[in-house]
């Protein structure tokens, strides 16, 4: 059975007191929650701050983005190699705001996302659609142009060690989320995908729902058979509300054991 992974994704949110009490916090209680995997997505200035205070803890430490390149001339940019230095597991590639705000293009992301597995750290690759492109009936077609430009690139054997995160770009930052229903139907729309070429890896593949959410609603994403955890933005921050939505992953996990 795929373990459930819930993943703070902090932003550039956060001062040092402010991260210091929240990853004291969190490792005080993800104890209580054996069977899910907890990663946190820190700005970059508090990575090796982070990667300290986590020592000794169950959970796992990720970065917002990096730059396709081992090294060069590129101000301000973060390579996979400094990554690993600092004890990343996991990168951040293709979010949507990222992909909206900072114009990265498909080809870009994907260069990203081979750069992340040849360094040896796990991509979480976001898909998702716009509100306009939902009204248009358009999401499984976004979603999969979104893939087969990552596949064609690094080819389908790169998504066995991999998560995929699908964030309904309307759900994210405006209090919207996409009902269970809608969640678990492009869920099972990408496993589908994957099925048609590898059912074995489709089964294997994590995918987590990315877009408000909370407490209160991640019991019922939660339930759903095709979601395996969540990519969490302004609750990752506080770490009563995380560690809830880590409790809601751990009750669903129990029951389905």
């Given at each position: 059975m795929r373990k459930k992974i819930i993943a703070g994704n902090w932003k550039m949110h956060g001062n040092r007191a402010e991260v210091r009490t929240l990853i004291t916090e969190l490792k005080q209680g993800v104890t209580a929650f054996p069977k899910i995997e907890m990663i946190v997505f820190p700005s970059f200035v508090f990575l090796a701050e982070v990667q300290a205070l986590l020592q000794n803890s169950a959970i796992f430490l990720g970065a917002q983005n990096i730059y396709p390149a081992k090294s060069g001339a590129f101000t301000g940019e973060i390579s996979t190699e400094m990554l690993v230095e600092t004890g990343c597991k996991y990168v951040?590639?293709?979010?949507?705001?990222?992909?909206?705000?900072?114009?990265?293009?498909?080809?870009?992301?994907a260069k990203k996302f081979k750069a992340v597995l040849q360094a040896g750290m796990c991509p979480v690759l976001c898909v998702g659609e716009t509100q306009e492109e939902r009204e248009k009936n358009m999401t499984e077609k976004?979603?999969?142009?979104?893939?087969?430009?990552?596949?064609?690139?690094?080819?389908?054997?790169?998504?066995?060690?991999?998560?995929?995160?699908?964030?309904?770009?309307?759900?994210?930052?405006?209090?919207?989320?996409?009902?269970?229903?809608?969640?678990?139907?492009?869920?099972?729309?990408?496993?589908?995908?994957?099925?048609?070429?590898?059912?074995?890896?489709?089964?294997?593949?994590?995918?987590?729902?990315?877009?408000?959410?909370?407490?209160?609603?991640?019991?019922?994403?939660?339930?759903?058979?095709?979601?395996?955890?969540?990519?969490?933005?302004?609750?990752?921050?506080?770490?009563?509300?995380?560690?809830?939505?880590?409790?809601?992953?751990?009750?669903?996990?129990?029951?389905?054991?």
């Open positions: 951040l590639v293709g979010h949507s705001e990222r992909r909206s705000i900072l114009r990265e293009p498909l080809d870009f992301i976004v979603i999969d142009h979104q893939l087969q430009t990552v596949m064609d690139f690094c080819g389908l054997d790169a998504f066995r060690e991999v998560i995929i995160a699908y964030e309904p770009v309307w759900a994210i930052g405006t209090g919207l989320t996409a009902t269970p229903e809608q969640a678990q139907q492009v869920h099972q729309f990408i496993r589908t995908l994957f099925a048609k070429q590898d059912v074995e890896l489709a089964q294997n593949l994590s995918l987590l729902y990315g877009g408000s959410v909370k407490a209160d609603n991640a019991a019922s994403l939660f339930a759903m058979p095709d979601v395996d955890g969540a990519l969490v933005g302004g609750a990752s921050l506080i770490a009563k509300d995380f560690l809830a939505i880590a409790k809601a992953a751990e009750q669903v996990s129990s029951v389905l054991c």
